[in-house]
């Protein structure tokens, strides 16, 4: 009976989800990934409590941006576009869009929407802010990604580190838990909220490994064209000569090493 009900709570969740990237609009305005079963699935993985209903529709309504936006940096806007994107979400104002296509301004004003609606929520449920704390992770995604637009785009390859660097950031990890930590209620402290502000070690240990394990596989698996480069491929070309195995085995090992942090991290 259990397994009924919280199954009954997914699927209507998962129809409200449907419904709001419906109306949204950006699946036919970009012809962009329209997916919101997968990314629904991140969210029912990581709030697993049936009590967190609303949660896990915010959550998801925040990782179909990420989606969304990835996709525009990596398949539609230009350099130029993109970097005025990012100048204008740095300054977080709609009203000063108007140079930029379309698409952007409505992906714009959707993570705007989504935003204010999250930070209203935490408000009335906790008593505190979260508009500052959301705003710079999601600034600091925009920077990541258009520091790989200009990778690519002019062909520089960056070193492995630097790759690694600034793919800890775009992979989306950091934007996922600051979400969650504030849909849950845990920025009740300015220490809390320093900490989760700084990328603090277990965001960043996390990021490293999920980007390491895709850039090992599941990218090449999904057929992807390869605009977001690939650790494996930054390490190759850094150490000419080294075989295919022996530079997955390094990552491997780097993978290893990463999940040997966890036992030393200490919470507040």
């Given at each position: 009976?259990?397994?009924?009900?919280?199954?009954?709570?997914?699927?209507?969740?998962?129809?409200?989800?449907?419904?709001?990237?419906?109306?949204?609009?950006?699946?036919?305005?970009?012809?962009?990934?329209?997916?919101?079963?997968?990314?629904?699935?991140?969210?029912?993985?990581?709030?697993?409590?049936?009590?967190?209903?609303?949660?896990?529709?915010?959550?998801?309504?925040?990782?179909?941006?990420?989606?969304?936006?990835?996709?525009?940096?990596?398949?539609?806007?230009?350099?130029?576009?993109?970097?005025?994107?990012?100048?204008?979400?740095?300054?977080?104002?709609?009203?000063?869009?108007?140079?930029?296509?379309?698409?952007?301004?409505?992906?714009?004003?959707?993570?705007?929407?989504?935003?204010?609606?999250?930070?209203?929520?935490?408000?009335?449920?906790?008593?505190?802010?979260?508009?500052?704390?959301?705003?710079?992770?999601w600034i600091t995604l925009f920077r990541a990604f258009l520091v790989e637009a200009r990778w690519f785009g002019s062909g520089k390859s960056p070193t492995a580190k630097e790759y690694l660097e600034n793919g800890i950031i775009s992979s989306g990890v950091h934007i996922v838990l600051v979400h969650i930590f504030f849909l849950l209620g845990f920025g009740s402290t300015d220490r809390n909220v320093e900490i989760i502000d700084n990328n603090p070690s277990i965001i960043s240990t996390t990021a490293a490994i999920l980007h390491l394990w895709d850039d090992l596989g599941s990218a090449k698996d999904e057929n992807q064209d390869g605009h977001d480069g690939s650790y494996v491929d930054c390490y190759m070309k850094e150490h000419q000569g080294i075989e295919i195995e022996s530079a997955r085995q390094h990552v491997i090992d780097m993978i290893s090493d990463a999940w040997k942090v966890f036992p030393g991290i200490h919470f507040p």
């Open positions: 009976m259990d397994f009924n009900l919280v199954q009954s709570l997914h699927q209507k969740e998962i129809a409200h989800v449907s419904n709001w990237w419906k109306q949204l609009g950006l699946a036919t305005e970009l012809v962009a990934r329209d997916q919101p079963m997968k990314w629904y699935i991140w969210s029912m993985a990581c709030l697993t409590d049936p009590t967190l209903s609303e949660q896990r529709i915010d959550l998801t309504k925040a990782i179909s941006l990420f989606y969304v936006i990835d996709d525009v940096f990596d398949v539609y806007g230009t350099l130029d576009e993109l970097t005025f994107f990012v100048q204008a979400v740095e300054r977080w104002d709609c009203g000063e869009s108007d140079g930029l296509p379309d698409y952007m301004k409505l992906c714009f004003k959707a993570l705007d929407d989504i935003t204010n609606e999250i930070r209203q929520k935490v408000h009335k449920e906790y008593g505190q802010n979260p508009i500052d704390s959301l705003r710079k992770a």
